[in-house]
């Protein structure tokens, strides 16, 4: 983007399509700058990077759903220079700053091609997450120090909040399906082993040193879960229930020693219900929602828990589970099956009163 406060480049063009703050500033400039630049090399510049983010961007938005983010990104730049900066801008990178801060969040470790000029001219791959830092932090040293010279970097700045924040909010809504690879689900990765890793400890710092008998029990405790676990791993679901009835009879009194890490607690969870060991399955599935509670499975577990206490004659905690699972659920199919055997239990306890 191109602050034209400083006029180069433009000799001539009429202003009424710049956005600039304070007296000058129509709203409709906000949408109207982003069309028009101050050269070739400007919009051409421009382009390149459209080019470069734009398309898996608009990949996982659509072709309206880009249009209007990238307008949108266009205007809300255009916004946060009329508010902060002082003079006219025009130039679309305002809203291309937006389609990159949006790959930043759907693709951060796509790694891009980029010249790299340092004695020689070379091709270089680098990540997306450093090449488009690089870009932020210029940003915004730059006007931090008042040396931007004649680009608009307040505007720069406010596109990539603007599509950092919306990438966000739309991967948290699902409205844009998750990847194993963006930002949204690599944070909830990293928060995820955190809750594993807090799940699997089991107290065993004292503030004295540890007596041998205590040595002996965490040992013991070790194996116990490493049996469980290693059938698990091996593909052996099935032969994990004994050791796992095992592991609750000597340990169970305690919720954190008895449970396993994520993947193996759900697993351990739906094979004892396969097994028809409903007692020890509403432990596991009950120990798996209280260790991970903010899992993406959850709601689903509750709408299972509630089929457990159903068939085991416990009514109001089957009807709990449902309401919560119901809330909860973002997938309709599963959600209204919650609130069908929700309702569905309501009517035989009325039926019963």
């Known amino acids: 983007m191109l602050d034209t406060q400083s006029g180069h480049g433009l000799a001539g063009f009429t202003p009424r399509f710049w956005v600039i703050g304070g007296q000058g500033f129509a709203w409709y400039r906000t949408l109207t700058y982003n069309f028009f630049h101050g050269d070739l090399m400007h919009l051409l510049g421009n382009m390149l990077f459209l080019w470069v983010f734009g398309r898996a961007v608009e ?25 902060f900066a002082h003079g006219p801008a025009i130039g679309a990178s305002g809203a291309i700053s937006a389609v990159t801060g949006a ?108 007596s041998p008998e205590q040595a002996r029990r965490a040992e013991a405790l070790a194996k116990a879960r490493a049996a469980v ?27 954190e020693a008895a449970t396993l890490s994520r993947n193996a607690q759900y697993q351990l969870g739906l094979q004892l219900c396969a097994s028809g060991e409903n007692s020890m399955a509403i432990r596991a599935l009950s120990d798996f929602i209280r260790a991970y509670p903010d899992d993406d499975e959850t709601p689903a577990i509750r709408v299972l828990l509630a089929r457990l206490y159903a068939s085991a004659g416990e009514i109001d905690r089957a009807r709990a589970f449902l309401t919560e699972a119901a809330e909860q659920l973002t997938d309709e199919r599963l959600a209204a099956i919650a609130r069908e055997e929700l309702a569905a239990l309501n009517a035989a306890a009325g039926e019963r009163t």
């Open 229 to 255: 676990s290693t059938e698990l791993s091996a593909g052996r679901p099935e032969d994990a229930i004994a050791p796992y009835r095992e592991l609750l009879e000597r340990y169970g009194e305690s919720p």
């Open 103 to 210: 790959f930043l969040v759907m693709f951060p470790r796509t790694r891009i091609k980029v010249f790299w000029f340092f004695i020689i001219i070379s091709l270089m791959l680098v990540p997306a997450w450093f090449f488009i830092g690089l870009q932020v932090a210029w940003n915004v040293i730059a006007t931090g120090t008042g040396e931007a010279g004649n680009v608009a970097t307040l505007a720069h700045l406010g596109g990539y909040a603007f599509g950092f924040g919306v990438s966000v909010v739309l991967l948290w809504l699902r409205v844009v399906p998750r990847e194993p690879y963006d930002l949204f689900t690599i944070s909830r990765q990293a928060k995820r082993r955190q809750e594993i890793l807090a799940a699997g400890r089991v107290q065993m710092k004292p503030a004295r040193p540890v």
């Open 59 to 83: 990949d996982k938005l659509g072709r309206i759903g880009f249009l209007l983010f990238y307008l949108g990104g266009g205007v809300f730049a255009g916004l946060v220079h009329a508010l």
